[in-house]
C-alpha cells in the first residue's frame, strides 16, 4: 500500500512526521509532493499510489485516470469541492474528509475578524463591541457549533438558520432557530455562513439576503466563496453604504470591491480557517488514521461520494 501526501500548501512538518509514523506503523509506503508548481508533477506522484491525502488541492478526473491503482482520497479539511466526486465514484474511489479537525481554527478567526472590523480596524477611532449583538449562523455544523460556543461565552444573543434540517440539534445547543434564510438576515446584526458550496447553496447570498439586513449589519464568510453573488452583494453594499463584509476567501471581483466598498470590504491575503498548527496537525493525522481504517476495517464512517 502506497499512500502520497500531495499539497500544494504543504502541512507543517510535525503534521508529515505523524502521519508517516501512522503509515509506517500500518506497513504502508508514504510520499509526499509538497509545493508542487505544475499539473504535471501531480499527474506523475498519483502514478501508482493507492491512497491519496490532500488539502484544498484540485484532484479532478484527469488526476484519477493518471491514478489506476487509487482506492481512497481523504481531504484533510471539511470542504470537499475541490475533488470531483462524480468522477470519483465513476472510478469506485472513496473520498472521505475530516470534519471538525479545523472547527475551532475557523471559529476564532470568525471572531478575531469580527473584533478586528467592529474595532475600525484598530484605526484609533470608536468602534463598538459584540456584547448584546445578535449572531445569526447559517448552517449549524462543526465550525458554526464553535463559533456559537464562544459568541455565547462574550455575550452574544445567538440563532440559526440550517438549510440541512437540522432544527433539533440547534435548540438542544440552546439557541434560537429561524425558519428561512430571509429570517435569518433580517434578525440578527450578524450573519455568519458555515454552509458547503452544493447547489442548493451556490450563489445564494447575494442582494435579496442583503437587502432585508439591518442597518449597520455584518456579513461573514468563512465557507466557501461559490455561495456569494458578488454581482448581487456588490450591488446590494452600494446602495445600503452602511453594510460591511468579510471573509477569509477574496471575491472574484476583489479589485472592483477594494474600489467601491473600501473599508467595508474586509478580506485576508488567502484562505486563513484552518491556518494553525493546531488545525494543521489534526487534519492531517486524522486523514492518515482514516485510510488505515479504510484499508484495514473498511471503515467509510466520514465518505462525501456514494
Known sequence: ?????????????????GIKETFDMAGYACETLEKYTDKAQLLAAVADCQGLIVRSDIIDAEVMDA???????????????????AAATAGKIVVLNTPAQNANAVAELVIGLLIYTMRQRFNGKSGSELMGKKMGLMAFGAVAQNVARIAKGMGMDVSSYSPLNRPQKIIDAGFHVHE????????????????????????????????CMKPNAILINTARAEVIDEEGLLKAMEERQDLRY??????????????KLGDRYVFTPKKMGAQTAEANINAGLAAAQEIVDFIEDGVKKCQVNH
Open 180 to 211: 428561512s434564510l430571509e429570517a435569518l438576515f433580517h434578525y440578527n446584526d450578524i450573519v455568519s455562513l458555515h454552509c458547503p458550496a452544493t447547489p442548493q447553496t451556490i450563489g445564494s447570498i447575494g442582494y435579496d439576503q442583503l437587502m
Open 1 to 17: 500500500m502506497k499512500v502520497l501526501i500531495a499539497t500544494e500548501k504543504p502541512f507543517a512538518p510535525v503534521a508529515v512526521k
Open 246 to 259: 468579510i471573509t477569509d476567501i477574496k471575491m472574484k471581483r476583489h479589485d472592483e470591491a477594494v474600489e
Open 67 to 85: 491514478a489506476p491503482e487509487l482506492k481512497i482520497i481523504v481531504r484533510a479539511g471539511a470542504g470537499y469541492d475541490n475533488i470531483d466526486l
